[in-house]
């Protein structure tokens, strides 16, 4: 496994319970406040993050597709993000005087960073693989994982900003399943906890979706993936 | 309403790549529909990108540590001129080449044809740019995939609302009902099986832009995937679960599946 040295929390939670009241009010001067005690949450409820993130992978080794859960699953995942949520009263509380603005603007913020963490990490953790010697299937394929997930993350945040409050709320609940689903197969592998059918699942699911943005590759490098680009044809012949 | 003409993974593959030996006819196939005529719907899409990164993980990883230990144990891949890196690439393919299983033979098959393509570049790299080029290449190769399947076909999501409890419901006890009734389902072509549930959605609810399909026509050339679907049209979803009121049933009754060519 390669090091990905994540010193932030890769993941945005979004309070899915306390976001559904109607936020009427508003308080810009709360933004600010809010903003900061957010940060704070998110660098503090790493421990509860870690446990929803073991527990998904759990549930993604026994059944690749995610979205099945059984009700037992269903009841541990809804517990673990009560206890999350429960840290998260405080921060609620300040979130209801806000407008819908300032909340839109408020995660956009947070969703941007997340972004800005991966791209910044991104460097590192390629001369980081590229250093390593004898890969596992998971290290030849999460680079191109990463670069789609950075890819995903930042058109769902473009979208949000653009989009008007109905369609933003819609987009944000996609957004903070995205950073939680997709951001623990990244924490598995840094945990050296990812099996190959997991990652080859999610990878072709962020891959049916969108595209990952350019990367600087080594001019002779970019030359060899040119040519490279109809090695497929001879998969699949039945 | 209209009706739709949906692609199975491999014929979206047939059409994309002319290397393939099934090309031609896919060519013939696709000039009888207009632009954009022929959809397909995510299950297809997701299959094909994992088709191609479960084989391109296996290569990367193969070539890489075939690579590492080579330089291990005799001159390293840096010191070797192109002509004796070319001869390293030669003993990787001869590694894979002594496994007689059915999947074995297709990796060697994938492999000797990657290998074909990809040769005369991967001689001229120094061995970090070959590692940077194997961890690079499924993320182009994915990019190129989705770019063809966009440019050829037209997209069609089932319509699925987060917040519709109706639709979960529907489909939750449509996979119990289908797999209640053929569980080859849900053992041997699981893909298929999810293919067939998107169809089912697609055909009851209608897509993600609102439109609805009174008939949907759903090309493979998978021989299993249509004796399958052949099993469980001929079945009697009534005796499953009430929950359907006769969905299923009506549903089946409007896809169906063809060989294109």
Known sequence: MAELNFQENIFTPYPLKELSKDLKKKHSKWSPVVRKMINEYVKTSGEGFSRFSDLLIKLMEDDLDIYNFTKEDEDELKREFENID??????SVLLDEMSEHEQKKLWVDKY?????????????????????ELWKETDSLILTYYDYLISTMSDLTRKIDESHTEDANKLMTIASVVSLVYGSVLLAYDRDKLKTEVLVERLSELSAYSEPLNFKVNKKVKSALENSKNIPSCLLRN | MASANLLDTNVVFDLIYPDRPRY???????KNFKNLELSIEPKVNIECQRVTVEFIGKFSTDLENFLSHRNQRSKRWDQLNPKQRSDALNDFLNTHSNNNNSHAKDILSFYTYTMKTIRSNLVHLNYIEVKEYLLNLSSELLGNLRQQIFVRFS?????????????IRFIDSLRESILGLDKSFSSSQKEDFNILVSLIQIYTFGDSESRRYDSLLFYTNDENFLKSFNKLKNSDPSLNEKLLDGYLKKALEFISFEKPY
């Open chain 1, 86 to 91: 429960k840290s998260f009263k405080h921060i």
């Open chain 1, 112 to 132: 941007d960073s997340t972004v800005k963490t991966l791209y910044k990490l991104r460097s590192q953790f390629l001369k980081s693989l590229l250093s390593k």
């Open chain 2, 24 to 30: 031609k006819k896919a060519l013939e196939f696709y």
């Open chain 2, 155 to 167: 997209y069609i999501i089932p319509y699925y609302a987060i917040d519709k409890e109706e639709i």
